[in-house]
């Protein structure tokens, strides 16, 4: 199993999964997303370190289920002190693609527009903090972590805009769609630097 894979893996499934065990199928692993071809990626992944998966669709969303016995047993917080560098980054950007935010239409900002950002949303207080104190490890300055939704106990916290094109840089997202919209950012916070 690649080490960097199985970290990408465990920060997409903190981020937009869960683990049940079920009657028949015994332990599984689920991943549910909007974005189709990010799970086809995720599936990708585990059939690419020998495991299986399956997607369906329920409702408005897709579904991926797998019994990948390698993710299922990982606790990456357990193993974050023994993340090498590469393994880091791609814990972070999993959970990226899974809970962060960048604008949907970043082509329509203009280079001199004060609204780029990056976010990360998350019900779990705790899986931020680790997230943000991963993040600043790098270098990279993080707001602090606050109650995006009073009501619905939701936390989030965004990186700085000095910190916004080592971050862009530095992440390896897999979700089709958040990896053009990363490209596109970045060129546009690279020209308003030039300018």
Not at 10 to 31: R, S
Not at 132 to 137: A, G, P, Q, R, Y
Not at 146 to 158: Q, S
Request: with cysteine; proline share 3%.
């Amino acid at each position: 199993m690649d080490s960097g894979d199985l970290a990408y893996l465990a920060g997409a499934l903190l981020g937009d999964g869960y683990t049940y065990k079920g009657k028949k199928k015994g332990m599984v692993a689920v991943f549910t997303q909007k974005n189709y071809q990010w799970l086809k990626e995720i599936e990708k992944i585990i059939e690419r370190n020998g495991g299986k998966a399956w997607i369906f669709k329920q409702r408005n969303i897709y579904v991926l289920e797998t019994r990948f016995s390698e993710l299922i047993n990982y606790n990456p917080i357990k193993n974050l002190q023994r993340f090498q560098g590469r393994e880091k980054i791609e814990f972070i950007s999993g959970f990226f693609d899974a809970d962060g935010g960048i604008p949907k239409h970043p082509e329509r900002l203009k280079p001199v527009t004060p609204f780029y950002y990056v976010q990360f949303v998350q019900k779990d207080k705790q899986i931020l903090t680790v997230v943000k104190n991963l993040l600043e490890s790098f270098g990279i300055q993080c707001g602090r972590i606050h109650k995006y939704d009073g009501k619905k106990d939701i936390w989030r916290f965004f990186v700085r805009a000095n910190s916004l094109i080592k971050f862009l840089k530095m992440i390896n997202s897999r979700h089709p769609e958040k990896k053009n919209r990363i490209m596109i950012m970045l060129n546009r916070l690279l020209e308003r630097q030039t300018r």
